[in-house]
């Protein structure tokens, strides 16, 4: 088993020095330096933590949930038009897809089956990570 365990921490380096990696972090990084896009990200949650206290109440005040349920969708549609986000969200989407084409060689070499696109989109996450809504693990700006 030591060296299934060696193999795998050799396979989770060359995933950090792939191009794919290295351009998703160099993305996120880009987009938390920008002061700009820091400041409204961080605007952004502060909403969704409002939300996640009025839930926990009991009743919960539906019309300031509403409220910042509305200026979220505000704040990310507005991180959706800017540009390093937009690069962001394509470095992601790229290093989602080399994940899925790793996790599709290993299923293959392990059990000699493909898995169906069908079997990736019922677990929740495409290539593309698109229409999980964040269930696949990934950080979602939503």
Known sequence: M????ERASALGEA???????RAMRNA????????DTARIMSDFL???SVIEEILASDPPDHELLAEHG??????QDTLGEMELVQQMTRAREDFAGMMHQV?????????GEMADDDDDEQ????????G?????GHQHLQ
Not at 2 to 5: D, L, P
Not at 15 to 21: A, F, G, R, T, W
Not at 123 to 130: I, K
Request: hydrophobic share 35%.
């Open 28 to 35: 996120e990084s880009a987009v938390m330096a920008n002061e």
């Open 70 to 75: 509305q200026a979220m969708e505000v704040l």
């Open 123 to 130: 677990a929740g996450c495409g290539s593309g990570c698109g």
């Open 2 to 5: 030591h060296e299934v365990f």
């Open 103 to 111: 996790n599709q060689v290993l299923r293959f070499m392990v059990t």
């Open 15 to 21: 995933i950090q020095q792939s191009e794919e990696y």
């Open 46 to 48: 502060g909403h969704r």
């Open 132 to 136: 999980c809504g964040g269930g696949c």
